[in-house]
C-alpha cells in the first residue's frame, strides 16, 4: 500500500526529537523494505520555525496520533469507540484513503510505549498554545467516546496536560466540557461556584476571546470545527450559569 504525503513527508517539525524516533519506528515497521531509509530521515533536529500551514496540520495530526495511543491504552483495553472516533476524525479531515494510512499508523503505535514527559515538552516547543489546546480537547473526547472517562484515562489526560504546558485550570475546563452538571459548567469557566455575577460575565468574555475558532484554522477545516464545539460549550455553559443565578 502507498503512503500519503502527510505521513512520509511535508511533516515539519515532529522529523526530530522524540516524536521523529517514534514516527521513524512505526513507519520502518510499516515500510520493512525500506525502513532504514525511514528511520534515518525521522533523526534530525529539525527547523525551529518557517513551516507551511500544511507541515504545521500534519505535525498536528501525528502529535494527536502518538498522544491518543497512550490515552486508548490508559485503562488497559482499545475500545472499538475509541478507534471509530479517531478514524472518523481523519477521514473528515484527510479523506478516505490517507485515513486508512493513519489507521495503520495508529495500530502499530499502539504497540509501543510513549514516553509522555519528553513527546510532550517537543510539543510544547514548537506548538502554539491554542493548537496545544485544541491538541487536549481532542485527547479528551477520545477517553470519553466510549461514554466514559475512566480515572486511568484522566491520570494520563492530566499527565499530558502537564506535558504540554496547560494549565491545571484550563485542562480541567476541558476536561468539565464532557460533563453536563452545573458544577462542570463553572469549571469549564475556569471560576469556583462562589464567583460574583461580574467574576462569571468577566470570564466568559476572556474565555470566547482566548478560544476564538479563527485562531487554529491553519490547521485545517475539521480542526477549526471541533474549536467551534469547544466554543460552543462555553457558550453553553455561561447561559447555565447565567440561567441558575437569573442573570439577564
Given at each position: 500500500m502507498g503512503y500519503g504525503k502527510w505521513i512520509t513527508g511535508a511533516l515539519g517539525w515532529v522529523i526530530g526529537g522524540p516524536i521523529g524516533g517514534i514516527a521513524g519506528f512505526v513507519i520502518g515497521s510499516l515500510l520493512d523494505s525500506n525502513s532504514n531509509n525511514v528511520r534515518s530521515s525521522y533523526g534530525g533536529a529539525g527547523r525551529a520555525d518557517g513551516y507551511s500551514p500544511i507541515e504545521e496540520r500534519n505535525s498536528?495530526?501525528?502529535?494527536?496520533?502518538?498522544?491518543?495511543?497512550?490515552?486508548?491504552?490508559?485503562?488497559?483495553?482499545?475500545?472499538?469507540?475509541?478507534?471509530?472516533?479517531?478514524?472518523?476524525?481523519?477521514?473528515?479531515?484527510?479523506?478516505?484513503?490517507?485515513?486508512?494510512?493513519?489507521?495503520?499508523?495508529?495500530?502499530?503505535?499502539?504497540?509501543?510505549?510513549?514516553?509522555?514527559?519528553?513527546?510532550?515538552?517537543?510539543?510544547?516547543?514548537?506548538?502554539?498554545y491554542d493548537s496545544r489546546i485544541q491538541l487536549l480537547h481532542f485527547l479528551a473526547g477520545i477517553a470519553q467516546a466510549d461514554g466514559i472517562v475512566s480515572p486511568?484515562?484522566?491520570?494520563?489526560?492530566?499527565?499530558?496536560?502537564?506535558?504540554?504546558?496547560?494549565?491545571?485550570?484550563e485542562s480541567e475546563a476541558i476536561f468539565a466540557m464532557f460533563d453536563n452538571g452545573t458544577d462542570a459548567a463553572y469549571r469549564i469557566l475556569e471560576i469556583d461556584r462562589?464567583?460574583?455575577?461580574?467574576?462569571?460575565?468577566?470570564?466568559?468574555?476572556?474565555?470566547?476571546?482566548?478560544?476564538?475558532?479563527?485562531?487554529?484554522?491553519?490547521?485545517?477545516?475539521?480542526?477549526?470545527?471541533?474549536?467551534?464545539?469547544?466554543?460552543?460549550?462555553?457558550?453553553?455553559?455561561?447561559?447555565?450559569i447565567k440561567r441558575e443565578r437569573g442573570i439577564n
Open positions: 498536528f495530526m501525528v502529535c494527536l496520533l502518538v498522544l491518543a495511543s497512550a490515552v486508548m491504552k490508559a485503562d488497559g483495553r482499545i475500545m472499538k469507540s475509541e478507534l471509530e472516533y479517531v478514524k472518523a476524525f481523519l477521514l473528515r479531515n484527510f479523506g478516505p484513503d490517507a485515513a486508512k494510512e493513519a489507521s495503520l499508523y495508529l495500530r502499530e503505535l499502539l504497540k509501543k510505549d510513549v514516553d509522555i514527559g519528553s513527546v510532550g515538552a517537543q510539543v510544547r516547543s514548537y506548538m502554539n486511568e484515562e484522566l491520570v494520563i489526560l492530566r499527565k499530558i496536560a502537564a506535558a504540554i504546558g496547560i494549565s491545571l485550570r462562589s464567583a460574583t455575577d461580574e467574576e462569571v460575565k468577566r470570564a466568559y468574555k476572556k474565555l470566547a476571546a482566548q478560544h476564538h475558532p479563527d485562531k487554529v484554522a491553519s490547521l485545517g477545516y475539521d480542526v477549526q470545527k471541533a474549536a467551534e464545539e469547544r466554543f460552543k460549550k462555553i457558550s453553553e455553559a455561561y447561559e447555565k
